[in-house]
């Protein structure tokens, strides 16, 4: 009652995961306990008793019953303001697309990592998990029936994990993938598996330390924008998801959309270091400026290198004064 009534007073700051010790919660009768899942949860946080609540990763509290939910409520409404009151660099934004009324149970997602101040990526990572909200379900200590809310489902990155690799403000990083919903799953009101309950959780977090710096809630999978930027085209099909790009122009053919391709393929063809080209065909311009800028890149000065510069010119996977002898 008390995680109730927090969770409508936080709709976009709390998030919970719930993990089931099949001693109490046992499969045959709520179908919310996985016990493989539930002793990796528990050993990351040193469980030894339940009810176990893990507060941002690194706050531990045991105990509580269904006759302490007005106490609990009041000292649990306190740590979520508290904990909602610290800053984070981080912003979650979750985008993703399915067919699910087409009878595919497919989900696929994209997940936005951005940050506005600068901090350390050491050890953090994108942790993601699928969730089932409201499953009715047999509680064995207070012997009755009752609502289990976000019951921890799946574990997507248990053994592959989304490292972050950015630390400066103004940096972003995308994570994308996909997972199937499972007909295994608590079947809501005995009939059906309502899809409208599923949800996806991310949260960063510290794998050495365990803390949590960001979480975010896609409450319903089906809420998953299918098209981030409004241009008509799907995310999984568009070559441009973030930019408004209905015609899909793709001039170099590469796979990216050209209102959003840093690099012109036509033009940055092998030894062209500076991207110069002619006409509306991008015919690539090689000449002694090509020269020049190579050479400036070998001696570190003048700009920088980029991604879309081709300047193996042997293709021997080292770049060195014997390219730059074979340009010239």
């Given at each position: 009652?008390?995680?109730?009534?927090?969770?409508?007073?936080?709709?976009?700051?709390?998030?919970?995961?719930?993990w089931?010790?099949?001693?109490?919660?046992?499969?045959?009768?709520?179908?919310i306990?996985?016990?493989?899942?539930?002793?990796?949860?528990a050993?990351?946080?040193?469980?030894?008793?339940?009810?176990?609540?893990?507060?941002?990763?690194?706050?531990?509290?045991?105990?509580?019953?269904?006759q302490?939910?007005?106490?609990?409520?009041?000292?649990?409404?306190?740590?979520?303001?508290?904990?909602?009151?610290?800053?984070?660099?981080?912003?979650?934004?979750?985008?993703?697309s399915?067919?699910?009324?087409?009878?595919?149970?497919?989900?696929?997602?994209?997940?936005?990592?951005?940050?506005d101040?600068?901090?350390?990526?050491?050890?953090?990572?994108?942790?993601?998990?699928i969730?089932?909200?409201?499953?009715?379900?047999?509680?064995?200590?207070?012997?009755?029936?009752?609502?289990?809310?976000?019951?921890?489902?799946?574990?997507?990155?248990?053994?592959?994990?989304?490292?972050?690799n950015?630390?400066?403000?103004?940096?972003?990083?995308?994570?994308?993938?996909?997972?199937?919903?499972?007909?295994?799953?608590?079947?809501i009101?005995?009939?059906?598996?309502?899809?409208?309950?599923?949800?996806?959780?991310?949260?960063?977090?510290?794998?050495?330390?365990?803390?949590?710096?960001?979480?975010k809630?896609?409450?319903?999978?089906?809420?998953?924008?299918?098209d981030?930027?409004?241009?008509?085209?799907?995310?999984?099909?568009?070559?441009?998801?973030?930019?408004?790009?209905?015609?899909?122009?793709?001039?170099?053919?590469d796979?990216?959309?050209?209102?959003?391709?840093?690099?012109?393929?036509?033009?940055?063809?092998?030894?062209?270091?500076?991207?110069d080209?002619?006409g509306?065909?991008?015919?690539?311009i090689?000449?002694?400026?090509?020269v020049?800028?190579?050479?400036?890149?070998?001696n570190?000065?003048?700009?920088p290198?980029?991604?879309?510069?081709?300047?193996?010119l042997?293709?021997?996977?080292?770049?060195?004064?014997?390219?730059?002898?074979?340009?010239?």
């Open positions: 009652m008390a995680f109730d009534s927090l969770l409508v007073l936080f709709p976009n700051t709390l998030n919970i995961i719930e089931h010790n099949p001693s109490f919660t046992p499969d045959t009768t709520g179908n306990a996985y016990p493989e899942l539930f002793s990796e949860r050993t990351l946080y040193g469980v030894t008793s339940n009810p176990h609540m893990q507060w941002n990763g690194i706050q531990s509290e045991i105990g509580g019953d269904s302490w939910w007005e106490q609990g409520y009041q000292y649990w409404y306190s740590l979520v303001e508290d904990y909602s009151a610290q800053g984070t660099p981080y912003t979650i934004e979750m985008t993703g399915h067919a699910l009324d087409d009878g595919d149970s497919t989900i696929y997602y994209e997940i936005e990592v951005s940050m101040s600068n901090m350390s990526s050491s050890n953090l990572a994108l942790e993601l998990f969730v089932q909200d409201s499953v009715w379900s047999w509680w064995n200590g207070a012997q009755e029936w009752g609502y289990a809310r976000y019951v921890g489902r799946s574990f997507l990155t248990w053994y592959t994990k989304n490292y972050l950015i630390d400066s403000s103004g940096q972003s990083e995308i994570f994308s993938g996909f997972f199937d919903i499972r007909d295994t799953w608590a079947q009101n005995q009939h059906y598996l309502n899809t409208d309950r599923v949800s996806l959780i991310a949260i960063i977090q510290n794998l050495d330390t365990y803390e949590v710096f960001q979480s809630t896609a409450n319903n999978v089906r809420d998953l924008d299918p981030y930027d409004n241009d008509g085209v799907n995310n999984n099909d568009d070559n441009c998801p973030r930019i408004e790009n209905p015609n899909q122009l793709d001039v170099d053919g796979g990216i959309g050209w209102v959003c391709d840093p690099c012109n393929d036509l033009a940055f063809v092998l030894g062209n270091v500076n991207g080209a002619s509306e065909d991008y015919i690539p090689i000449d002694v400026a090509d020049l800028a190579f050479s400036d890149l070998l570190n000065t003048g700009l290198p980029n991604d879309c510069q081709q300047v193996d042997l293709e021997d996977g080292t770049i060195n004064d014997w390219d730059l002898l074979v340009l010239v």
